[in-house]
């Protein structure tokens, strides 16, 4: 028998985490681990390794052939292009404390898209090889510019078979045309509202009576648009933030199921204003968190989860779980998804942008007139996989865990850290080591919440194998 | 029960006959394949076809338009081979097999009836966007025609599918090109996959080997990237190995399409061992519970066929899609009003209440 | 079970099996071990504390350490036969 290479992590006292390549994990203990690695395995650890698609007898029988499409299918391959995030203005009538996207005022001249550079764009999308299109809006406020989103909306309603529109706005000053203009099908709304009416105020709108507009609104896209077609994000401050308990009860008075969680963003003018963020901090913050998800799950007929722990609990069990294009493997850049600037330069993503616009780095790829820069782009993805880094090929966390090249660029100027001494690194071994932890919780609350995000009537037991 | 055979005037043939019948003529109307209707009287209907008259007996409220039908020379009968309004459509294209599944609704038999021309012609005469069922016995005994079957068919009407039920005993590498090529995207191959170890397997399809054999195919299968859905039968037999043939299908199939687990048909062997395979799940759903979770956290697509919705419990009653073809289904009494009626696909015509559930009908 | 305090040395001895296995791990837990410093003379390793540290748990902490990277070792043709036949598909 041929048992497949096996990472290991500490997870408590003669507790160890094993997991394959192809993310096939268990439970056991130090005793385990020194037959294993001393290759005196007795029939019963055989037994379950095999069971478990761990190991295999020869090339091609049916261990192998599962081990190695379960490996596969882990590998993202990017599609054609087909997800766009559109900038047509920088301008923006909210000027929130840590804004993320190094916006301008209002009334500024010369930060939208002219005549040209639509024309530009809509030749580019027309120049695509896919049958369907993701249009994401962001800005600065993509609402001002209504009459682009117009524009941009009917040529690709014409030029695709399928087309889906997302609006990122503020929801602060939505006119009647605008409404209509979400109203349609097709068309969905992203918002940031950060939890509660105070906090909102502090972060954001810094006037009550603006932040009263802006639920009135959101409250308004809930009853109008429909729950489905609604999305908001809240930005947490780790320095002081709201407590879950009123963001959850926020939200879920709204009827909104999914909280995706972000820190300030040490991007753009937040960074300057921050610097930066206690990562410690924020794990703690986001613990608890999960924490009064759990709590508020036990009891709700509706479950609510936090966005981004869903989506790797889910990448744990689900080998082709790519839907994230921040959690990739390998997370090949310019590809499948691209952002234009509101001057029509190419970037891979919106943080690219960020770091490009405070001139921290040129990480743009290219623009609209002349289409992308390969050669760059080569550069980008040299080290975009996580399969052969040093560091994370020792890491029980490899198979789910990703590659955030912009990340690293952006905080340190460079790729070649050790893995641990990333953010990305810390941040994801703190959300994998807590996920984990659940999945070996034996309680029925946390079971209940696991069901929830994972989408299942039961979360069976099974599913958190342990060998002794 | 819908018909699926009609008394018939045949015209003087000496081939058996395939032809699309039709109410009145089309644009594209091909004399030499389809059949117009001319009249009807008295509960028979008569066609034109090539200046000759076919006549069916058929009830009034029938629609028969875009049928096709199967006779034989000098039997009165027309077989509906494939019904227009219908997504059941199967083609049982022999009665041979080389396994004797414990619960075999379809029990093998020595005689083979060739038919392939026919169903050939049939397949071509199907709706436009259909799929086409093909089963047995096990339709590949005669593994080259049937490849010839589906590929003269789709390389003529790319727009139609196959799902042939076949039990894995019979793919070997050479066959990759096949399946590989036009067949791909367009069949899908049912295999029923009955325990998660050779002993357990082989005993329930009581063949030796079956098991191991059934693994090769898969792979080969597999690397061609066919569609594979596994299917497995609910039996007292297997029922409590269902959590570990979940973990092993995500674990070394994890490239299957689908999985099916299906409630026993009481017809054939499933009738005449009713009583020692039938697994009341109305009673005791754990295992199938216990499956289904542990496949669908894993990515496999779970689904629960022939179970009627009252005999699960709720939270996994969206898993259960109505699944049991038209022509051979019915409600009870109990049914008469019931909420769900509408998405539950009810009981097979020959389900017998007194040895079945024990709790049905909504509380 | 002693603590060894911040500042404080111990001595690992390595068992034969492991000693091909000593040179690679001194160097990982070099930069990757956050509690304590390592040296190593290629055949037994020098631990000191960086902070109050359980004499027990360095010991496993470096037993993990050196059964990774025999692991790494010994698995090494597996995986690469691995990678391989995917190429070839
Ligand atoms: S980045 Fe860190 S957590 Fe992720 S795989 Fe690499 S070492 Fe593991
Ligand atoms: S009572 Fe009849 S229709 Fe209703 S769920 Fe049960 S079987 Fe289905």
Redesign the pocket.
Known sequence: MNVWPLRFTDVGRDALLFCDEAGGFFRSDDAFLERYANDILTEADRDFLLAGGHSFEEEGDRHHVGFAARWAKRQFVPGPLEYIILVPTLRCDLACRYCQVSRVNANARGFDWNEATLNAVLALIDSLTSERIKIEFQGGEPLLRLDLLSRVRDFCRRRFRSAEFVVCTNLQKVSEEAWAFLAAADTFVSTSFDGDALTHTRQRTLDPAQTATFLSNLERAMTTLGTGKVSALPTIDPDNPPAPDAIIAGFARLGLRSIYLRPVNYHGFARKRFGQGDQQLWNAYYDRFIDALIAYNAHAAEPMEEFYFTHCLRRIFRAGHHGHVDMRNPNILGADYLVIDHDGTLYPTDEARMMTRIGQMDLSIGSVFGGLDQEKLQILNANSDNNFHEDCGQCVFQPFCGVDVIDDLSRYGRIDLSRHETAFCRRHTALFTRIFELIYTDDAATRRSLAAWLGVPAFDPALAPVHK | MIPLRFRAELPPIEEPLVVRLRDRPTDDFHDDREAALIGIAEGWREYDFNGFSLRIEAEPGQSLDGDVVLAFPGRPIVHRLIRARSHHNTFLVTERCDQLCLMCSQPPKQVHLDLFAQFGQAALLAPVGATIGISGGEPLLFKEQIFALIGNTLSVRPDLRFHVLTNAQHFDSEDGPFLHGRARDRVLWGIPLYAPDAADHDAIVVKDGAFARLFQSVATLAKAGAQIELRTVVTRRNAALLPRLARLIATELPFCTSWALMQLEPIGFGRMNWDTLFHDNSVDFGPVARALNIALARDIDVALYNF???TIPEEYRTYAPSTISDWKQK??E??QG?S??TR?G??FEWYDPDRGFAR???E | MKTLTAGESLDIEVGSGLAPYVEATALRLGYAEQLFSVQTDGSRFRVTARAPFDREAIERRIAHALYREKIRVESAPLRARFLELLSQR
């Open positions: 009627p919705l009252c409600y009870l109990t049914c019931c769900l009626k539950c009810g009981f049905v009908g909504l």
